[in-house]
């Protein structure tokens, strides 16, 4: 899920940080009975803090850029090796996220061009 400063955390870590943060304030001030509505979280990369609700923390958008890039990973980490349709025999060890696609080493250089807004990682690194 993407926090609104634009990091990205599991489902399940947010959710514990809105656990932990809502006992906090239930043992500070002993009168909820039960988890608040609201609770403040912090982004643990920039600290930026966001006051926010379990449904609300439910409702936040999935980064598709991580999770496909999750899906290529998970698929590149099997025994077939992944090649490239367009550049016959390149493996597709590289990862163009505005694109949100795997591509190859061919791919880089000719059509996925940082010069031309493309950001690639290399997925082995």
Do not use: W
């Amino acid at each position: 899920k993407m926090l609104h400063c634009h990091h990205t955390f599991c489902m399940d870590c947010l959710y514990q940080m809105y656990r932990v943060e809502g006992e906090f304030r239930q043992s500070l001030t002993g009168v909820f009975r039960g988890m608040p509505l609201t609770v403040k979280i912090q982004c643990p990369s920039c600290r930026e803090g966001v006051l926010i609700s379990e449904a609300e923390l439910r409702r936040l958008p999935n980064d598709h850029t991580i999770m496909e890039l999750l899906c290529f990973v998970n698929q590149t980490g099997k025994s077939d090796i992944q090649y490239c349709a367009k550049h016959q025999m390149q493996p597709l060890n590289f990862f163009c996220e505005p694109c949100i696609m795997p591509v190859c080493c061919d791919c880089t250089v000719i059509d996925h061009k940082e010069s031309k807004g493309h950001i690639v990682v290399n997925v082995d690194e």
